[in-house]
């Protein structure tokens, strides 16, 4: 007879799990060196004025200006990115906005998600993440769990979740950056820029626990291989990170597990660059699509209570490979060929919930499934980089051509019959089986987009004050789409489209800069399951800002646009449609960096309004304002070793459409974060002492939702002790 006890897990035995442990604890057992990378990414500190005591001398502090150092971030502070075009240039110089969320931001927040991550970032919120499996983030008003905006070290990637390990930064280029990324939403694209290789030998090993019963260990280690300036002529190096999380699941039951491992080689002489990498993860996570609406309103009461049952995961591997090559013939003109490939597969088992009666409770459910998902990108690209001087005037060219390939495949498609009996109010679970039937109709879905592109741009510097960027990129793309046993056909399209993009940038003053850009996006609307062939999107933005330097180090942008953008596509139960025209306007403000010796600060604010210009109402859940502020202060104490970093934060989100009917609202919340770090040296490593506790007061909230059925839940506070040692 079912019971109402916490059901049991649907256990998946993976080999892998096993081996990666395994390596983990040889590593710290035999104390392979590694280098201390969390030390680069100490927070500048200027150089006191009167002596400092013994215990502060032990972890000396450091001052570094900004012409004195050529590092994208140094602490807090955000200097230069390539998001923006084939160089490192600065931020500045840039005539659009970017935001970076730097290693040492990560690593005192603990990021243990990319959601963590761009928490600090203007603009920039959740949307429907398919039951908390899929990356989902909606950038100035625009973004889905698909949307491809998410690029690891420039490069697009098809993997549903990233994670962090080996990541070193986050950043964030805003606006419509098909120019050089190709098909893209006009919101804005997230790049996360991984740890390379070094040719000095270190790395670090770290272990951290959870008050959700959760534990994770980490390796990470880089190094030469072979003497440097012998290999083939130039100097090889190696980086390998691991690592392996699992934790309980904080709502009612479930577990969560993943495993990586990433290798990458670097080799170099005085012209050439090869760098090459692969990640591998193996996954299992809870498939949670939340809570429902009770009478209209939201219960906190059910914050912790799941409808699903216990085998509603998503289970998969992930992979992805990137390789870069780079050539310097003068220097004037090099050749850059970079290729990258990504694929995730997996199983997804879901209780979806298709009725719910607030007065009694009953909620019809059935058991869906998505078996055999293959989503796989390839993309190449090869490109002349050029910094000449053409009339009096410095000119940074690049030339370049791009070939990228898009598939999307779902085997068998399990709809299940609509079951009666549960109850939400007294849950009783094992009432419902996984799996079923394949539905012959919408089995074997398949999506596939190729796309060829010609991109040309050039960074003028017309006077020592002005800046024009401005470029060119031609699209030739087509796409196919369908499903059924046997297939049939939803959508056979192709077409071309040229891509605008021009920017100014004006130095007022050494500290202040002004900038505007105009720019055009494109996308292709692809979906199986549609009535007829969709348009694809087309998206166009206006922007301008500042951008502005505060002493002692600290950077930020103000930024007013306005996007618009037309076949906007929604989905609504399983059919997908375009609602014609949307608009989104906004002002964002993003602050990094150093204020006083002591102190550092990373904060954001924005202001959104985005709405169906066709309906007049807002669009899914995008609040109209939004806010972030975090800061760390980082002392030594006196007859203590070591310094100590005490730091918090808080995160606002306002109200949010429910629904693309805007039938409800979610309600604005407000969460705080706060964390306290110890390091000092034990013996020859540097070691580092955290802890951090997320949702400090414990806050009940909502980050998105996708109907009245499907409505997140946020996390309740957590606790995470970390310790790190540094080679």
Known sequence: ??????????????????????????????????????????????????????AARELPAISVSASATADPTVGYQPRTTSIAGGDNRSIKEIPQSVAVVSSSVMQDQQARSLDDALGNISGVTQTNTLGGTRDAFIKRGFGSNNDGSVLVDGVRTPVLHSYLATIDRVEVLKGPASLLYGMQDPGGVINLVTRKPEDAFGGSISASRTSHGGSSATFDLTGPLGKPGQVAGGTLAFRLTGQYDTSRYWRSFGRQRDALIAPALSWHDANTSIDVSYQYVDYTTPFDRGTV??????????????????????????ETLRARVEHRFSDAWRVRATY?????????????ATAFNSTTGALTRSSDANLGRNDSDQIATLGLLGNVTLAGMNHAIYIGGEYERQRSFRGDTIR???????????????????????????????SLVHAYSTIVQDSVKLTDRLTAVGGLRWENWQQESGMGRPFAFADRSRGSVWLPQFGLAYALTPALTAYANVSRSFKPNVATNVAAPLAP???????????????????????????????????????????????????????????????????????????????????TNVARHTGSLFAVYDTAIANLPGRWRFGGGARLVGARSGDTANSFTLPGYVTVDAFAAYETTIGKFPTRFQLNVKNLLDKTYYPSSNNNLIIAVGEPRLVTLTTTVSF
């Open 1 to 54: 007879m079912p019971s109402r006890r916490t059901p049991r897990r649907v256990r998946t035995l993976r080999p892998w799990r096993t081996s990666l442990p395994a390596l983990i604890t040889l590593c710290v057992a035999s104390g392979t060196h590694a280098s201390a990378a969390e030390r680069a990414d100490a927070e500048p500190v200027a150089a006191a004025s009167t002596p400092a005591p013994p």
């Open 293 to 318: 609406l009770v009478n209209g309103q939201l219960d906190d009461a059910l914050r912790y209570r799941r409808y699903e049952e216990a085998w509603s995961q998503s289970t998969g591997i992930q």
């Open 340 to 352: 990258g490939w990504g694929r995730d597969r997996y199983d997804q088992y879901i209780t979806r």
């Open 416 to 446: 299940g019959k609509a079951t009666k009996g549960f109850n939400l109010y007294d849950p009783v679970y094992d009432l419902l089986a996984p799996g079923g039937t394949p539905n012959p109709k919408q089995s074997d879905s398949r």
């Open 537 to 619: 999107e087309y998206g166009r933005v206006l922007e301008a800002g500042l951008k502005f330097s505060l002493k002692p180090a600290i950077t930020g942008t103000l930024a007013v646009y306005q996007i618009d953008k037309r076949n906007v596509a929604v989905t609504v139960g399983d059919l997908t449609s375009t609602i014609g025209t949307a608009r989104s306007r906004g002002i964002e403000l993003d602050v990094a960096g150093q204020i006083t010796r002591h102190l550092s600060v990373i904060g954001s604010y924005a202001y959104t309004n985005a709405t169906d210009r066709d309906s007049n109402t807002p669009l």
